[in-house]
Nanobody, 122 residues
Framework: QVQLVESGGGLVQAGGSLRLSCAAS????????MGWFRQAPGKEREFVAA???????NYADSVKGRFAISRDNAKNAVYLQMNSLKPEDTAVYYC????????????????WGQGTQVTVSS
């Protein structure tokens, strides 16, 4: 079992930055690939970024060059640094864990956090 708790969401103006954190607990948490997803009102949940234990990353095209995912295996934590935020980035952001390296579909992820709201005003 892996438990995930997100934090760091909030309200920010367009062009601003936020850093999301995800604390993972569970004996084997560090061995999982970790991902961030988001869901805007009325839309399906979509992949944002993922990282495996070695540090290899993968990003959705919509956030490449603006967002950066990182992890601290010693702290069992994953971070999402979001820069140059746009109103269309407004969504609930979820942290998730999977055994499937390189997975970008939400059905591949076994464990999910409760989500944290990010609102970007124009």
């Amino acid at each position: 079992q892996v438990q995930l708790v997100e934090s760091g969401g909030g309200l920010v103006q367009a062009g601003g930055s936020l850093r999301l954190s995800c604390a993972a607990s569970g004996r084997t948490a560090s061995s999982y690939a970790m991902g961030w997803f988001r869901q805007a009102p009325g839309k399906e949940r979509e992949f944002v970024a993922a990282i495996i234990w070695s540090g290899l990353t993968n990003y959705a095209d919509s956030v490449k060059g603006r967002f950066a995912i990182s992890r601290d295996n010693a702290k069992n934590a994953v971070y999402l640094q979001m820069n140059s935020l746009k109103p269309e980035d407004t969504a609930v952001y979820y942290c998730a864990a999977t055994r499937q390296l390189g997975a970008t579909e939400d059905r591949a992820y076994s464990y999910w956090g409760q989500g944290t709201q990010v609102t970007v005003s124009s």
